[in-house]
């Protein structure tokens, strides 16, 4: 009989394991995606970007909408550096399209900015620029973007499109 209540026991430890386990099931998923994009970015921080964009684009992303912005930026900032411009751009539209309010819109507009110098089309960029530097409060990123703008109009800009961008800008810190 006490061999009986031992083996009742553990069955019943077994069943309250399983449904803690399962009950938890949505939370071990998010941890799981958390847990590749951390390692994204740790290869994209190594400079890794191949490697990086492998593992972004094996993340399945049905159940998890909370990390899709993160993965579209970081698949942006991947394909920018692999030189898959196409790609980096339709990222860039998606993060804008999907995530308008996302903390990282003012990235995807410097990240156009500079697909726009690398093309040579130093007015879009410099729209691209403004766009980042309106939505940026960061001191220190805010002084990074500032010196893109001026290296930017020192690549003769011609003055009236500087004039039509200085004409809606009512910020006199960006004016």
């Given at each position: 009989m006490l061999q009986w209540n031992k083996i009742l026991l553990c069955i019943g430890f077994l069943l309250i394991f399983?449904?803690?386990?399962?009950?938890?099931?949505?939370?071990?998923?998010?941890s799981s995606v958390q847990d590749q994009l951390k390692k994204a970015v740790s290869h994209y921080n190594e400079s890794r970007f191949a490697v990086s964009e492998s593992i972004l684009n094996k993340i399945k992303d049905k159940k998890t909408e909370k990390f899709q912005s993160v993965k579209l930026y970081l698949l942006m900032r991947t394909h920018?550096?692999?030189?898959?411009?196409?790609?980096?751009?339709?990222?860039?539209?998606l993060i804008l399209q999907k995530f308008p309010q996302s903390m990282y819109v003012w990235d995807v507009y410097t990240c156009l900015g500079d697909l726009f110098v690398e093309e040579g089309n130093f007015p879009a960029a410099l729209r691209m620029y403004v766009l980042s530097r309106k939505l940026e409060v960061d001191e220190t990123i805010s002084k990074r973007i500032d010196h893109r703008i001026i290296k930017t109009l020192k690549m003769n800009i011609p003055f009236p499109e500087i004039e039509e961008l200085l004409s809606v800008e009512y910020d006199p810190i960006i004016r």
């Open positions: 399983n449904a803690l386990l399962f009950s938890n099931q949505s939370w071990f998923k998010s920018y550096n692999l030189n898959k411009h196409e790609d980096s751009r339709k990222m860039a539209r």
